[in-house]
């Protein structure tokens, strides 16, 4: 219920809007890299210096207006420029509804084209993010369209569709992350129970393991992770043929242990001032992300209309346990 909550408000528009106005407020800045190219780019060489690659997002949804994703467009122009001039080990991630996949198809694939096509000529990767089931096949199509002329390009298999064995099948020879899967999707398209997610995911991750390109294994749970470390070892899978990818901000001390360890590790790093929609699904994901919330509340006297749903909420759900 708490996760319907925290999706819910994830979408709304005038929330989010209302947010952007206030940079980066609520915790968001716990798990958001910067809200400027130069401040992620520091960010990046932090990580890098641990031995942890990134992969880049330039936060934004709801974008209706072609100025808007034509704005977007040029933020994720600057971040490659940056990447190339910075010389640091990094990639993109996008999200096709910032670059006007709500807009027009062909808007948005020009505008992909762009990018990748600028991104091709400095050897960087650009990963389509997935978002929701009314976006995917969508999505899948801006893929085969530019795939026909690039080859530095990917995307995400998410494990909560009923869809996503064959999809994995068919696009084996990407580079795929595979995700549980953040957004709510009806039960006609994709598994409900959490248990029947973390099965899916495993057997996915699997097969691809053993039958994929190069497969990002992007995860913060523990017992995943340790079933593939398993996995690797008994199937003589080397380092190169994987990594794992957690968010910016969670599970730090993991994410620079399993550097460490030697495994291929990649850090999720989103920037800039829309960052809402993002946090929100963190929150729904795991509700003691709340505790970030929390702390900026408490030692910050933070009063947006945010903090006040989401404290209102909260206290009406201890309250009712009581
Ligand atoms: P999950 O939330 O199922 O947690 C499992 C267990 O792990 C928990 O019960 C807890 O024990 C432990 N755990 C989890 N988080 C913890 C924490 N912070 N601290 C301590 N313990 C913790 N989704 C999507 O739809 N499209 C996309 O493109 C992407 N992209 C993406 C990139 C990257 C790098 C990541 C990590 C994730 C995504 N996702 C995504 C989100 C993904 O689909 C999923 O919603 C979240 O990763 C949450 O699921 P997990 O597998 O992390 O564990």
């Known amino acids: 219920m708490l996760k319907d909550f925290f999706i819910g408000l994830s979408q709304n528009q005038l929330l989010n809007s209302a947010a952007k106005k206030y940079g980066l407020k609520l915790g968001a800045q716990n798990v958001v890299a910067g809200t400027n190219v130069e ?3 520091q960010s990046i060489k ?29 933020q994720i122009l600057s971040v490659i420029e940056a990447i190339h001039t910075h010389g640091v ?23 992909l084209r ?28 801006l893929l085969d369209e530019l795939s026909k002329d690039y080859d530095n390009i990917g995307t995400v298999i998410q494990a909560y569709f009923f869809r996503a064995e064959e999809d994995l099948e068919q696009y084996k020879n990407f580079r795929l992350r595979i995700v549980k899967g953040a957004y709510k999707e009806t039960a006609e398209v994709a598994y409900q129970d959490k248990q029947e997610i973390d099965e899916n995911y495993i057997k996915l991750i699997e097969w691809h393991l053993l039958n994929g390109k190069f497969t990002s294994i992007a995860t913060h749970d523990h017992n995943v992770i ?10 003589n899978i080397s380092n190169d043929k ?24 990649c850090t999720y790093v989103p920037f800039g001032q829309d960052w809402y929609g993002y946090f929100m699904r963190r929150l729904a994901e795991r509700p003691q992300n709340l505790n970030l919330v929390v702390k900026q509340v408490f030692n910050k006297k933070t009063n947006t209309m945010i903090g006040l749903a989401a404290g209102a909420f909260v206290l009406g759900r201890v309250s009712k346990k009581k």
Request: hydrophobic fraction near 40%; aromatic fraction near 12%.
């Open 226 to 235: 340790n079933h593939v470390k398993q996995f690797v070892k008994e199937h």
């Open 114 to 141: 762009e990018i990748v096509s600028k991104a091709s000529g400095y050897g960087i990767f650009v990963n389509f993010d997935m978002e929701d089931h009314a976006r995917l096949q969508l999505s899948f199509d």
């Open 46 to 74: 932090e990580l890098n210096a641990h031995g942890i690659s990134c992969t880049v997002d330039n936060l934004g949804e709801f974008v209706f207006k072609e100025e808007e994703a034509t704005e977007a467009k040029g």
């Open 89 to 111: 080990d990094a990639h993109i991630s996008l999200k096709p509804s910032q670059l006007g996949l709500d807009i027009d198809y062909q808007f948005c694939l020009e505008n």
């Open 39 to 41: 401040e992620t780019i």
């Open 242 to 265: 994987f990594e794992f990818q957690m968010l910016y901000g969670f599970r730090k001390d993991m994410q620079l242990q399993l550097a460490k360890e030697g495994y291929n590790f």
